[in-house]
Nanobody, 127 residues
Framework: QLQLVESGGGLVQPGGSLRLSCAAS????????IGWFRQAPGKEREGVSS???????????NYADSVKGRFTISRDNAKHTVYLQMNSLKPEDTAIYYC?????????????????WGQGTQVTVSS
């Protein structure tokens, strides 16, 4: 069964950058659409970004309005890894970030369409 492991979280100052990684146990990651969710204290988990299975051009990406223009999702099938590059970070980006996988065509901004979750990585944006 597909297993997802996130890394790259940490503490960063406002305006800074972090790159999150979502690594899979094997090549099966390549056949899944992958998304990133986040959950801030006292708030519901929300979809942040998603990327479809690679169509030879790296997959189609989607973003929540709150991160559009600041975050970039990408996938490297050779490394069985999906990345979330986060730039111009704001305190309101502070949350636990979760990697999520669903079959091709999933809406990975909807929790009910997620088949596999990672364990999460903490991102804290603070001065």
């Amino acid at each position: 069964q597909l297993q997802l492991v996130e890394s790259g979280g940490g503490l960063v100052q406002p305006g800074g950058s972090l790159r999150l990684s979502c690594a899979a146990s094997d090549f099966t990651l390549d056949y899944y659409d992958i998304g990133w969710f986040r959950q801030a204290p006292g708030k519901e988990r929300e979809g942040v970004s998603s990327i479809s299975t690679s169509d030879g051009r790296g997959g189609r990406a989607n973003y929540a309005d709150s991160v559009k223009g600041r975050f970039t999702i990408s996938r490297d099938n050779a490394k069985h890894t999906v990345y979330l590059q986060m730039n111009s970070l704001k305190p309101e980006d502070t949350a636990i970030y979760y990697c999520a996988a669903g079959p091709w065509g999933s809406n990975l901004f909807v929790m009910s369409e997620v088949h596999v979750w990672g364990q999460g990585t903490q991102v804290t944006v603070s001065s």
